[in-house]
């Protein structure tokens, strides 16, 4: 499946960060699977038309958050799923977006089980774990 | 007085070091009568950068182009483009460098074709099929007189003309003036293709900062002819935020904040726009009230950096940041 990244200019959130957060979230939506090349520095580029170095930084602290990998002469590769975060760091995000989305519903007063209906209708609307 | 000013060697194995200079200004400065339109601007531009020149109408980008260019000498300091003083620019130099004049001038009478090899025989080098194939990129038809083009169209005459001779070194003075989306987005594409060839160099100015955000690397923010930003766009944003400040009662006493750019009141909140560093910090915490931090984009923060204080911004009499800018 192709890589579809989108840039919003006149946003807060530096480009480089919208490549990696949407390059991650694709390799989290089994968009790209493991091992699956992503296109060069140059080409992702001149397709988002943004400099290279942008892209190049993006890669970057993707490979450093070990997200992708490079390979030296051959570019960069998808890297496993899930493999992002630590069990710790997993706990504190789930926390954290469950506490977010609770919260959140209770000041708009949505009933625990609209609540539970609308998150269970949102799984079902995502493709299944590949693992 | 220049704010942020950011080491320009990024180390990234990937690409080739950027340790040279294609321009290095010295402290040019330019009056018109008794107008100063540049004053004591120093500022090198990294070969195989692409660097984006930003300031308001009449901060002095123009002039500063054009002394870098030739065209117009300084009333005092200095400049070097690729290695050559600006003021005796040998044709070695000047036909590694492409220029694109403000506002796309061109010869009405002659055809496109006439156009392009009128331009060629000022060069040694000219690569023809860059020259049609931007053509086609704009879809004109080389048959065409020149003065019959739109606007937009004439930008790609210029365009074509400009980079057939495979220039090092890119000078654009407000390309995008006047293009509609689709034209400046081959515009871009025009760009990012010349920088395909390591060391190639791009300065361009621009108001469409959303290209610039986009195809810069760097950019250099120029007020009322005093260089007030040379950094990475990131940089540049990272140093101006906004934060809120909720309270209770009487509204705290915010004139004192350093580098206060810009404010607005509302009954329970302030809004401030301000260049963040230490100092503003430790202000900040002592102010009474919850603080909110909200980031900009590089659009509000240059609006904030240089925009006028109009009426949405009181009391900002005396502060530390006007007197800076006198």
Redesign the interface.
């Known amino acids: 499946m192709a890589l579809e990244i989108t840039?919003s200019?006149?946003?807060?959130?530096?480009?480089?960060r919208q490549v990696a957060e949407q390059i991650g979230k694709a390799i989290r939506l089994g968009h790209l699977a493991e091992g699956d090349a992503l296109p060069s520095?140059?080409a992702l580029?001149?397709q988002l038309?943004?400099?290279?170095?942008t892209v190049?930084?993006a890669y970057?602290e993707l490979s450093k958050d070990g997200v992708i990998i490079s390979k030296q002469g051959k570019g960069f590769f998808a890297g496993k799923r899930r493999m992002i975060f630590t069990a710790e760091e997993r706990e504190r995000r789930l926390a954290q977006a469950i506490e977010s989305v609770v919260s959140e519903s209770l000041m708009m007063d949505v009933s625990a089980d609209d609540l539970l209906r609308r998150i269970e209708k949102h799984l079902k609307s995502h493709p299944p774990s590949h693992e | 007085m220049i704010y942020f000013v950011e080491s320009k060697n990024?180390s990234?194995p990937?690409?080739p070091a950027m340790n040279e200079n294609a321009i290095e200004i010295n402290s040019l400065t330019r009056y018109f009568g008794t107008k100063c339109a540049v004053n004591q601007l120093s500022l090198q531009i990294p070969k195989g950068s692409?660097f984006g020149l930003l300031g308001r109408n009449g901060a002095g980008k123009t002039t500063t182009i054009r002394i870098l260019m030739g065209l117009m000498s300084p009333t005092r300091g200095s400049a070097r483009v690729l290695d050559y003083d600006c003021q005796s620019l040998p044709p070695e130099a000047r036909e590694r460098i492409g220029y694109l004049a403000e506002g796309h001038h061109i010869y009405g009478w002659m055809t496109l074709r006439e156009c392009g090899k009128f331009q060629s025989s000022f060069f040694r080098k000219w690569n023809s099929d860059i020259f049609h194939s931007i053509l086609n990129h704009f879809r004109l038809d080389e048959r065409a007189k020149a003065g019959n083009l739109s606007r937009g169209q004439r930008a790609g005459l210029c365009l074509a003309l400009t980079l057939a001779p495979e220039p090092e070194l890119l000078v654009l003075d407000d390309p995008a003036l006047g293009l509609d989306p689709v034209a400046r987005?081959s515009l871009?594409?025009s760009m990012?293709?010349v920088?395909?060839k390591d060391n190639r160099t791009i300065l361009f100015s621009s108001h469409l900062?959303?290209?610039v955000?986009?195809?810069?690397?760097r950019i250099a923010v120029v007020h009322q002819g005093v260089l007030r930003a040379d950094c990475p766009?990131?940089t540049f944003?990272d140093h101006i935020r906004q934060y809120v400040i909720r309270y209770n009662g009487t509204a705290p006493d915010i004139s004192t904040l350093p580098g206060l750019l810009h404010s607005f009141r509302t009954d329970k909140e302030i809004s401030v726009t301000c260049v963040k560093d230490d100092a503003l910090k430790a202000a900040l915490e002592k102010l009474p009230g919850e603080i909110i931090e909200?980031?900009?984009?590089?659009?509000?923060a240059f609006v904030s950096y240089v925009g006028e204080r109009g009426e949405k911004s009181f009391f900002l009499e005396n502060t530390k940041h006007q007197e800076a800018t006198r």
């Open positions: 840039i200019t006149g946003n807060p959130r530096p480009i480089y520095v140059r580029a001149e038309l943004i400099n290279p170095n190049a930084r970057s | 990024i990234n990937t690409l692409i987005r871009l594409e990012l293709y920088t395909r900062l959303s290209d955000e986009r195809v810069a690397d766009v990131e944003c909200v980031p900009l984009g590089l659009e509000d």
